[in-house]
């Protein structure tokens, strides 16, 4: 029930009084999540500098390690200016593309970075037999290392190529020999990105770039007729990975991938879409492509405002358009199709006010009265003390 404040001071000569009204009511709802993405490649990488060339014969493990050892916070960025997108679309997902990822390219390599082909490889061998050297990742996976041979990198983890290394060299040198493999610089590539974006073209990154930094070098996704859950990733033809941005915007997904040179991004057209204003926090057109949508599943992503309580729906039915109202809780199950427009309202009426009371009182400091009392009714329940002046 709502509950308005008015105030009246009771003085020792003269008296005042004032009314006023206000509404309060909660109804909060929940928070909305998608459906994960398809095929995932687990990735993350970033720039590493040279270090010394040489190793001292008698150097410790401590000291060649400490001569490979690279910058912790290497950030690459990219050399081209591209163009910020500025967008005043009110499609949900248009606010990802502005510029913010189109610039920087992946940070420092971490441990699930999977080996590429054109990835470099710094091996450093100390102690009976001494070598140094970075060697890249050939077209079949393989990097060289003397008296040992090819060796296959290509598919093994960064946090496993330490190891890897290590075990193929201790094959022919079993004893007093050291040895330090590390990735040393990321592997460039140029991605093909089409379909409904703003800018389509060919665009350089980096292997681990991630979807979201090719997009926003291309313009963005075309809020007017490009898809933001429909976004495809092919190799040779060959789908690799389904993307859809309103898991990362909702849920905070988004599955990495290990780009190649020639790979493509498609921006399907756009799906089915609705609209929500009105006592919402997020006032947006959405893009949904499923069949069973209801208004419940609206307002999770919509988030009503505490004083919301009713939704009207406007919609077209052939060449008539219609209108629907409901309370947001008999609404729940009423379903959703495209091109519908819906607004939250906050329908309430004041039930009660509470009246301040001020001054020569002895009574409580406020009365509750129903919405249209007079001031009689606020006096009749006073408890004035002897020298009031009512």
């Not at 509950?3 to 003269?14: F, H, K, V």
């Not at 091109?339 to 406020?366: F, L």
Request: glycine share 10%.
């Amino acid at each position: 029930m709502a509950i308005g404040l008015a105030c009246l001071s009771i003085g020792m000569a003269t008296s005042s009084h004032s009314f006023a009204a206000d509404d309060a009511d909660t109804n909060a709802m929940g928070s909305y999540g998608t459906a994960a993405n398809n095929q995932s490649y687990t990735t993350n990488m970033g720039r590493i500098f040279n270090g010394n060339d040489t190793v001292p014969a008698q150097a410790t493990t401590q000291e060649a390690v400490a001569a490979a050892s690279l910058p912790n916070q290497s950030v690459i960025n990219t050399s081209r200016q591209y163009q910020d997108v500025i967008d005043g679309s009110t499609m949900f997902g248009a606010q990802l593309f502005r510029g913010a990822f189109s610039t920087t390219s992946g940070s420092t390599f971490n441990d699930s970075y999977t080996i590429n082909p054109g990835d470099n490889v710094q091996v450093r061998m100390w102690g009976a037999y001494q070598y140094a050297a970075t060697s890249t990742v050939d077209p079949q996976g393989n990097i060289f290392l003397p008296n040992v041979g090819p060796l296959r990198v290509a598919g093994v983890q960064n946090g496993n190529l330490q190891n890897v290394v290590k075990n193929a060299v201790s094959r022919i040198y079993r004893s007093n020999v050291g040895v330090y493999a590390s990735l040393e610089e990321a592997q460039p590539v140029k991605v093909f990105v089409t379909g409904f974006v703003n800018q389509p073209g060919y665009y350089g990154g980096l292997a681990a770039d991630s979807v979201l930094s090719y997009l926003d070098r291309a313009g963005g996704v075309d809020p007017e007729r490009g898809s933001y859950i429909d976004i495809q990733i092919r190799r040779n033809g060959s789908l690799m990975q389904q993307v859809n941005l309103y898991d990362f915007l909702l849920a905070g997904q988004l599955e990495p991938f290990a780009f190649r040179d020639g790979d493509v991004i498609t921006v399907a057209p756009q799906k089915k879409t609705f609209s929500v204003s009105g006592e919402v926090q997020n006032e947006y057109t959405f893009e949904f492509n499923v069949p069973d949508l209801t208004i419940g599943d609206v307002m999770t992503v919509a988030n009503p405002e505490a004083d919301a309580t009713n939704v009207s729906i406007t919609r077209s039915a052939g060449r008539a358009q219609t209108s629907e109202y409901y309370s947001l809780a008999e609404a729940m199950g009423v379903p959703v199709y495209n091109g519908d427009q819906m607004v939250v309202t906050s329908d309430r009426y004041a039930g009660t006010i509470a009246v301040q009371v001020k001054g020569a009182h002895e009574g409580n400091g406020a009365v509750i009265l129903p919405y249209g009392a007079r001031l009689k009714d606020v006096v009749a329940q006073l408890h004035p003390i002897p020298l009031a002046n009512l």
